[in-house]
Nanobody, 124 residues
Framework: QVQLVESGGGLVQAGDSLRLSCAAS????????MGWFRQAPGKEREFVAA????????YYTDSVKGRFTISRDNAKNTVDLQMSSLKPEDTAVYYC?????????????????WGQGTQVTVSS
């Protein structure tokens, strides 16, 4: 069992930066690949970024490449999402998740443990 708690969301203006953090507790955080997903009102949840258990590999959806950076600190049991050049279309609730699957990083069903989410609102 892994418990995940996100923080760092808020209201920012377009072009601003924001750093989300996900704190994990429970078993073997370092053994899980981790991901960030988001869900905007009226839309389906979508993949944002993922990082391998070691941190050596990262994956991003096309719309955030070059703007978002995912990182992790296995000693601190945290995974962060640094977001820059934010756009109004980045507005969503952001969730971190721990992956148990082995096929793809961008599918929510590959992830077993989810946080409660943190709201990010980007005004134009």
């Amino acid at each position: 069992q892994v418990q995940l708690v996100e923080s760092g969301g808020g209201l920012v203006q377009a072009g601003d930066s924001l750093r989300l953090s996900c704190a994990a507790s429970g078993r073997s955080f370092s053994g899980y690949a981790m991901g960030w997903f988001r869900q905007a009102p009226g839309k389906e949840r979508e993949f944002v970024a993922a990082i391998s258990w070691s941190g050596s590999s990262t994956y991003y959806t096309d719309s955030v490449k070059g703007r978002f950076t995912i990182s992790r600190d296995n000693a601190k049991n945290t995974v962060d999402l640094q977001m820059s050049s934010l756009k109004p279309e980045d507005t969503a609730v952001y969730y971190c998740a721990a992956r148990i699957g082995t096929l793809r990083y961008d599918i929510g069903n590959e992830y077993r443990y989810w946080g409660q989410g943190t709201q990010v609102t980007v005004s134009s």
